[in-house]
């Protein structure tokens, strides 16, 4: 995520939050196809360094370590939330959640990566449609996408 100009935000239990901000100079349309190509390819590494760890960790006897990758172009709110006795650095609202949300589709569809819609309309490339799926939370379902190369994969047990 950092090589990639992205920043983590924390670390959730097993999961991790990080933010790819768009640079407003560029424009909002440049600036946000940028922090989407960013983000992309940081998921990308992060599938190409877990597939050669996760052969190590065959080799020696060890279970994988199963993972997806959401990816989702939204608003955030962001800055210290909490109370005086604890303080915590992070982004809140609609675009975290459903990015959470996304997260959870991955295993169903058998995909590592998957980003919603606002992600795949801004990025500048193809991304290759998955359906609409419902999600908690939401009364309507979303429609979510891959990359090409995600897709043919279908690697998630």
Same mark, same amino acid.
């Given at each position: 995520?950092?090589? /990639? ?13 990080? *933010?790819? &901000?768009?640079? +407003? ?15 992309? @390819?940081? @998921? ?14 065959? /080799?020696?006897?060890? &279970?994988? *370590? ?20 604890? =303080?915590?650095?992070?982004? *809140?609202? +609609? ?5 959470? /949300? ?6 169903? =569809? ?18 290759? @449609? ?9 009364? /309507? ?5 891959? &990359? +090409?190369? *995600?897709? @043919?994969?279908?690697?998630? &047990?």
């Amino acid at each position: 995520v950092e090589e /990639r100009g992205g920043e983590v935000l924390k670390f959730l239990g097993d999961g991790m939050l990080a *933010i790819f &901000p768009a640079d +407003p100079a560029r424009g909002q349309a440049e600036g946000d196809a940028e922090a989407c190509r960013l983000a992309l @390819a940081a @998921a990308r590494d992060t599938v190409t360094l877990m597939r050669g760890l996760n052969d190590q960790r065959r /080799r020696h006897g060890k &279970p994988e *370590i199963d993972f997806g990758v959401a990816l989702h172009l939204g608003e955030v709110g962001y800055g210290n939330i909490g109370g005086a006795e604890r =303080l915590d650095f992070t982004v *809140i609202g +609609p675009a975290v959640n459903l990015a959470n /949300r996304i997260e959870s589709l991955t295993r169903a =569809l058998g995909a590592r990566i998957l980003a919603s819609s606002d992600f795949a309309g801004a990025v500048d490339e193809p991304l290759s @449609a998955l359906g609409s799926h419902p999600v908690k939370g939401l009364s /309507r379902p979303i429609d979510v996408f891959a &990359p +090409p190369e *995600i897709v @043919a994969a279908r690697d998630v &047990p």
